[in-house]
Structures are given as C-alpha cells and as structure tokens.
C-alpha cells in the first residue's frame, strides 16, 4: 500500500556544475528517481552514493528557509521545491550554482552581497510616543508590507534581476530587488517613525539604493517561489513615489507642512 | 601543533535561532561584546519552519486569559513534570516578548480593533497565539535578524564597525566547549567554506543550538537538529534532563515518500479543520482521556458550536494536546482504519469556504498543491505523526538558564530542558525562546561581567585535542592505541551510518516503545557508535558535506543514547512518551527526573551497569555500557500559590496523596 511500484523509479541523468574559486566544469551522473522526488532529494542521493563531498547549501527542504537556491537548466529555483515530475525522463537536467555571486563550492555560493545590502537599510524607526503593547494597526494597513515579509531571502531575485547578473559593476549602486522592496516594506510600514528623524525612505531607494536602475522587466517576480509581486507592489510604487517626492513641488510642499503639524 | 586563531569575546552564542538571537540581542544591549555562532546562513535557522504562532496571554481576543490561566494550560499540557518556574516565569513574561517584538518591526495579524491578533491552539483554553498566517517564526526570525543588524547600524555610526561589539559567525560549527579549571574558557569551531579551524575565547557561553530530530527518520526537523548542544552540554560536565519526553507531533505529511515528516500547523484544527479516519469518522471523539474528559465536547454538534461561542461549548477533541492526537492517529492506523499512505484524513476543504483557507493557511496551500499535487481547498490531507520536539534538554537553573555544575555556560530554547515538561504545547516553543532567549543573554552577560578580570585562558592541549577529533574523519588524527589496531576494518560511509541510525531510533525508540526494542536500541547504538569511529570521508576540508555529517554523528549517538535510555528506565506513559508494556500514568513517576550524564571514560564491563542502575533500581542493563549515566532525582515541590491555581479534584489525577496531604 505504502511502497510505490517499480514503474515509477527510473534512471536520471545529470550534469552538476563542480568546482571551486580556481574554476570547474559540468561533471555527469546516472542517478535514481522514485516518485514525487524534488531536485534536492537526487543532490542528496548523489552525495550518498556518488560524491559524498559534493557541496550543496539546505535547511529545511520545504521551501521556507530559502537556503537551497541554485540554477536548473539555466532557471533560478529552490532545489526542494522543483519536483522531478517537471521534467522528462530522458531529458539531462543541469544544476549550477547561483550565477550572480562568487562561487565558494561546487553549488555554495558567496552570497555575501545581501548582508551588505541588508545593513544599508535603516531599520524600523519605533514611533517615540507608542509604547509595547500600545501599537494599533488595522489588517488592511499591515497587509502590503506583510507581503513583502513572506520573503525568505532565497536571493533568487538578487541572482536573476539582470542589473546584476552579468553587471559586477553595478553592485555598489544597485540594493537589488530583494532590499529595495525591503525599502518599499519600512515606507508602507503603518508605524514606521522614519520620516520624524529625517529619513526620507522613498528618495533613499532612488539616490542610496539604486531603483533608478530598475526598469520593471519583472524578471524578479517570475523567480519568487513565495509568489511575491515584487515589481507590481513594492518597485513600481516605490518608483511613483519617489518620482512623486523628486519632481512634484506641491507633494514636497504638503509633505513638509503635514510633517510640522503632525 | 598547527595554528589556530584566536578570538577575545565577552560572550559567546551557539545558534542563531529564536532563542540565540533573542540572547544575542539582551547580552549586546547590556553593553558586552556578543559573538554569534550558526551552523547555517544567518536567517535561516529551524525557527523559520515553525508556523502556528507565539502563545502569550495578551488577552486580545478573550479577555478571560491572563498568566494564571497559561500556566495552568502549560503544566496540564507537561503533565505535570515541568519545572514549575520556569513553567511560570514563561506565562509571566511572554506578552511583554512579543509586544516587544512589534517596536522591532514585527508585523502580526490584527484584530478588528487593530491589536495583535490571537488563534486558538491545542490545549490552550483561549485563544492565545500571535500569528502572521501560517509563517509566524518568519517572522520571528526576520524580526530578531533585523533587531540585530539595527544595532550592528548603531555600532556603525559610534565606530566605524558594523562588528564591533556583535558579530554572527555564520556557516560555523563549534565542536566543544572549551573548560579550563572546571569553568567554560571559550569554544573550539570551523568554518564550513573553508575548514579552517578558530577558537573563541569567552567566559561565558550560551547554547541555543534547537534540537534532535534528525536522529530519527520520519522528522520535520532540518539536518542541523543534530542534538549539537545536548551532546556540547554533556561533554562539557553538564547534564540533561526529561530525554525520554520526544514530541512526535501528530501531523506530518505522509506522501510522497520524499516529503514524508514535513510539518502541517496546528493551525489547521485550530482554525476548524477535523480529522477522519478511512471511514469518514471524526474520531478524536473516542481518544478522550480520562484527565482532560470535562474541557473536551462530546459531540461534533458541540465541538463545532465552540468556535463560534467558546462559552457555552466545549472544545473540539481535535484540539488535544500533541501527544493524545499523536497517539490517536497511530492508533486508528494501526486499527486499519488509515487513509491510503497510512495516515488518517484532515480536512479543512468541507469546513471554511477556500479563499478563507488561503488567507488563514496559506504556507499549507502552497506545500501540498507544490509538493503532493493536493488542493487542499478541495480535498483532505493524508497526515500522520512525525518527529517534531525534543521536550528533554539541559539542565538548567530556572532563572538564569544557567547549566547547573558547569559555571559559564548556559541554555535556552530547546536544548534547555524542564520548562514543558513531558510534553509541549504548540505556541509555547517560540515565547520559550524568547522568553529564555532573553534571560540566557542577559545572565550570562551579568556572569562575563563578573569574572571580566579573570578572563579564563583556552591551553593548547585542550586546541591540539578537538583540532585532532575533528581531523579523525580524514584518517589524519590521532587514533588511540586499541583503535589503530582494528584499523584494517573497513571505513564506514558517514551517510550509511546516519541512515542507520535514523532507522533504528524511528522503529525502536519510536512513539510507542516497548522494554525489548529499546534494549535492542541500546545494542545497535552500541554498534553504531563503533562504525561511526570508522567514518571515512573523502576530499578535503572545503564546504565538504560528508565530513561535516561524520562529526555531527558523535552528536546524534550520544543525544539518541540518553533517548533511549531514559525511555527505557521510565515504567509508565506521560505526555511525549508512550510505553506498551507500562500503558498508564504512575503519579510516583510524576516528581521523577531522569538525569543524563556522560558516564566515566573508562568502558564498563558488560552487565556492571553504571551508577545509574544502582539509583534507578530498575535499570535493565541492557547489554554493552554506553557513554552516558542515568540517575534518578526527585523534583521540588511547586510552590503553594501556583498549586492553589488548581481544583483539588483535577491535582489529585497527577500528584500523590502525600503530596497532597504535604502542606
């Protein structure tokens, strides 16, 4: 009852990128499938029975840590949440690591760039006369940025995001899909005290964290494995927003009034 | 001797989880320089995976819940063994550790009134637990993660440095804890990415490491739930406590085989779903115990009554505690009542309309329509029990999370042991953390800073020693004497053996356990713990997976050891531990703790039994001497007020007369 029929475990064949900062190559493997298998679980067979060091990043295989991100067939995806069944049996899946960061090993990369970005972020500014237990918010108010906080940080939309991908040197300027909806996150915050301090979040995306760069290829949101629209909810209206703060002298103006009566 | 670096910190975490974190944060805003350590990307810990929400008695929804009525549901949930302060300080301060977490920009669902949201959970008498959806320790997580960077930005603008004074070694390992004059000097680790070894040096260390489930092979645990702290705790002189209390929790995914143990929340018989055997009855109705019979409903008219108008209903059977559930299912399996993939049916697509379940479940939605090609607005999910919480941990002092005899180091989170006693309610484990979390830092800061004159200095002995154990995998370290000569044994495959282990563990000493299998348990962990010493790994020290699985073994047979001989020396059934052949709940056991230490270095002779034996005075003895000591040790009495929480009809189920007769 338990145990799946024969029929459905066949032979698949791979090529794995292996290899280390001094280079590599695609190496072959033959590779048993069994039924509702994920990519992640032929990577773990391998290392099994084949390449007991093969180097592969994975927590929780369930799609909720956003570990276990690497490139199929040339695609941006978590390696335990692409089932085998996408696939035709005869067809050579190839897996390689993440191409938009520095390789460490094998499927390890250097994803380093997005705690760096991370930092760059100012964090929630807690409003000065709330004190715990005394924050109000409505569902309706919370639910933008409670989208943008289903992101598990799998940086797939920092590797495909094509600012970046074959640019190294647009890192410096450019905060990526990732932290720049972290900005738009803080901005719809319904609490969030930035702009009493002085933080103006919208026109830091534009002029500190490179969303002029962005030109809404979407490429971001069709790699999200949460589903997020990180283009159409959290880029394009931080775009609006900070074109609204840069060009229009009556929105500065109302902006700076409302902030002195409030 | 090779050279290792050295780093100087006040202290040091090991695990940047929930409770890591959480102690990470209170120890730098004491002002100490805080080193964090994670085996993972920061981020990413197994906090991530945990779904349902934060219990705490805010009292949003129902405003009859308070600290009282929490810590009443916690101690019936534990059956009555947790240590009742800990059980208290908890329900005490959980409200203040999440309202907290909102002025770190934590993002919680709202009531209509625009306070924290709150959800009804098993074995909680109110709605009780702060929750964002189905992905709550996401956003416990990121929450705690960005608390951290913000004060890596502050740091930052003061210095210049981001690390300065709190710094997260992430992708690193610590394989001992470091003691010099029977006080904790500092922590012996490697980096994943490039092997290299480091030592940092540290007066105070707290561990914050999870748990132990992936010595078992149905589990919802991730690979880094080696039971790395329990084993660091017991090396170090420490002990553990209640190790034969392990949560199976009663609803892992079933099918497909890859899947099997993936966890499905709570969340989802706490928001109304129902589970049905192969035909088509709820029948949680008939696994009432004896107990809890006046708080369940009777009937599904009742039952379903209760989510409207809690007041003039009682709860839904389905709302148990995890271990009634867990038992019941396996039960109904084992009757040939299960559904096609041996679980039994739970069905939320009869009971709320679908655009509720995706709002309300959506993380579930999108595991089993990605993963198992299930609707789960259209049709059931096949369910059954998985490997899900260890309740035992490291013994510790209740008030400071300090491990009791060994000065310097401390515990919080899972790897502490006492606060749920034989059993956890869902909810309890994420305030655990930070309630703990945030006790842990803030005592081993006080702890640093009292001995900050006399800052221990790690020998290089102690470095040369761990820098050979963990070399030992690439033939390299040095082997003692009577190892060198069985040396031409074959080498064991690390992934082998692991396997093996996670076999034996699940089928033996697994949610029902009888006397026979745990002494066979004992027998291959006795065998396993040979070929683990074989452990063989190819390549070199780089990012190299079957290597760092071969150290991690040494973790899971000593942790799996004191599961299995805990389990066997206790005669009775309590909460997450279910014997056969001792099928009832024994109120002499109640004040009982089963105390795990690391037994003298020197193997035994078959059959002398440990000092255990002779304190048990049931100690079977069975076969090989292991590495670990159990004794038995009576509990403190609870105290007279928290004891008055209680009816006198409901203490005399769990406490003896004299205890009752005591006052």
Not at chain 1, 87 to 101: G, H, K, N, S
Not at chain 2, 245 to 263: A, C, D, E, Y
Not at chain 2, 553 to 566: G, H, I, P
Not at chain 2, 589 to 597: E, H, I, K, P, Y
Request: charged fraction near 30%; include cysteine.
């Amino acid at each position: 009852m338990t145990t799946a029929p024969d029929t459905t475990s066949y032979d698949a064949h791979f090529k794995v990128w292996r290899g280390d900062v001094d280079g590599g190559g695609l190496e072959d493997f033959t590779v048993e499938v069994n039924e509702g298998e994920v990519v992640l679980d032929i990577i773990h067979r391998l290392q099994a029975t084949q390449a007991p060091d093969l180097a592969v990043r994975w927590n929780c295989k369930a799609g909720k840590c956003g570990s276990c991100s690497a490139e199929i067939n040339g695609r941006p995806r978590l390696l335990c949440m692409t089932r085998m069944s996408v696939f035709d049996r005869d067809e050579t899946l190839t897996v390689t690591p993440l191409r938009a960061f520095p390789v460490v090993r094998d499927l390890v990369t250097d994803v380093g760039f997005n705690y760096e970005k991370a930092r760059q972020v100012p964090a929630f500014v807690p409003p000065q006369d709330l004190g715990p237990g005394e924050y109000r918010m409505q569902q309706e108010d919370v639910g933008r940025s409670q989208e943008f906080r289903k992101c598990i940080e799998c940086f797939l939309c920092q590797d495909t995001c094509h600012v970046v991908r074959d640019h190294e040197e647009n890192k410096t300027a450019f905060a990526g899909p990732r932290f720049l909806m972290r900005v738009a996150e803080l901005d719809m915050h319904p609490l969030d005290a930035a702009e009493e301090t002085g933080l103006d979040r919208k026109s830091t995306a534009q002029e500190e964290h490179g969303l002029g760069y962005c030109n809404i290829t979407k490429c971001c949101t069709e790699v999200c494995p949460e589903h997020i629209k990180i283009t159409d909810n959290a880029l394009i209206p931080l775009k609006e927003r900070a074109a609204d703060r840069k060009y229009d002298p009556l929105v500065w103006l109302g902006n700076k009034i409302r902030r002195r009566t409030s | 001797m090779a050279h290792v670096e050295r780093q100087q910190w006040d202290v040091v975490i090991v695990g940047a989880g929930g409770a890591g974190l959480r102690a990470a944060i209170e120890a730098r805003e004491q002002g100490l320089r805080t080193a964090v350590i994670c085996k993972s990307l920061f981020g990413k810990a197994h906090t991530v995976m945990a779904e349902g929400g934060i219990a705490a008695s805010m009292g949003n929804v129902n405003e009859g819940d308070n600290w009282q009525v929490h810590f009443r549901d916690t101690m019936r949930g534990g059956k009555f063994l947790n240590q009742w302060r800990m059980a208290e300080l908890h329900a005490r301060e959980a409200p203040d550790r999440v309202w907290e977490l909102e002025t770190w920009g934590a993002l919680f669902d709202r009531t209509p009134d625009g306070r924290i949201s709150q959800r009804n959970f098993g074995g909680h008498e109110y709605p009780r637990l702060a929750h964002v959806g189905d992905r709550t320790g996401l956003e416990l997580i990121r929450t705690l993660q960005q608390k951290v960077v913000s004060l890596q930005q502050e740091d930052f603008q003061e210095s210049g440095d981001y690390e300065a004074r709190i710094k997260v070694f992430q992708e690193c390992t610590v394989t001992q804890v470091l003691k010099e004059d029977d006080r904790v000097s500092g922590v012996f680790c490697y980096e994943r990415e490039s092997g290299r070894f480091f030592v940092l040096e540290s007066p105070a260390v707290v561990l914050a490491t999870g748990g132990i489930g992936k010595s078992f092979k149905v589990t919802s645990n991730s690979w880094e739930y080696t039971g790395d702290g329990h084993a660091l705790a017991l090396l170090a002189g420490a002990s553990l406590i209640n190790m034969e209390f392990v949560q199976f929790h009663p609803t892992g995914m079933v099918w497909p085989p890859s899947v099997k143990g993936i966890l499905v929340t709570e969340s989802v018989r706490g928001d109304g779903g129902v589970l049905r055997n192969s035909e088509g009855k709820r029948f949680m109705f008939d696994y009432v115990p004896d107990v809890f019979k006046e708080k369940y409903a009777e009937s599904e008219q009742e039952a379903d009554g209760w989510y409207e108008d809690p007041d003039s209903n009682r709860r839904p059977p389905e709302l148990l505690p995890r271990d009634e559930v867990a038992r019941a299912i396996n039960a109904e399996v084992k009757a040939g009542r299960g559904s096609p993939h041996g679980g039994v049916f739970l069905d939320v697509s009869t009971r709320m309309p679908a655009e509720t379940i995706k709002r309300r479940l959506p993380s579930m939605h999108h595991q089993f329509r990605e993963l198992a090609d299930v609707d789960i607005t259209a049709e059931p999910m096949e369910v059954g029990p998985t490997c899900h919480y260890v309740m035992g941990g490291v013994d510790v002092d209740s008030d400071t999370a300090a491990a009791r005899g060994v000065p310097g180091l401390f515990a919080a989170g899972e790897v502490a042991g006492g606060m749920h006693g034989s059993n956890r309610l869902g909810g309890n484990s994420l305030s655990d953390l930070l309630v703990f979390g945030r006790r842990a830092g803030l005592h081993a800061a006080e702890y640093a800073r009292g001995h900050a004159d006399e800052r221990p200095r790690v020998g290089d002995a102690q470095i040369d020693a761990a820098a050979a154990e963990a070399l030992r995998p690439f033939g390299v370290g040095s082997a003692p004497e009577e190892e060198r000569a069985r040396e031409p044994e074959a080498a064991e495959n690390p992934y082998t053996v692991h396997q093996d282990l996670q076999r034996s563990m699940n089928e033996l000493v697994g949610i029902i356990r009888r006397e026979e299998e745990m002494s066979e348990a004992l027998e291959r962990l006795a065998e396993l713990r040979e070929r683990a010493r074989r452990a063989k790994v190819e390549g070199h020290r780089q990012f190299n997976p079957g290597w760092h699985l071969a150290l991690d073994l040494r973790n899971m047979l000593l942790v799996s050891e004191c599961v299995a001989r805990a389990a066997l020396n206790r005669t009775e059934s309590r909460g997450g531990h279910t014997r056969d052949d001792h099928p009832e709940m024994d109120r002499e056991w109640r004040r009982a703790n089963l105390v795990c230490t690391l037994a003298a270095t020197a193997p035994e002779p078959p059959g002398a039994g440990s000092e255990a034996a002779a304190e048990a005075g049931t100690e079977t003895g069975a076969g090989r001497a292991g590495r670990i000591a159990l004794r038995r040790r009576e509990m403190p009495p609870i105290r007279k007020d928290l004891l008055e929480l209680f009816e006198k009809e409901e203490l005399i189920k769990y406490l003896t007369d004299e205890e009752l007769t005591s006052e």
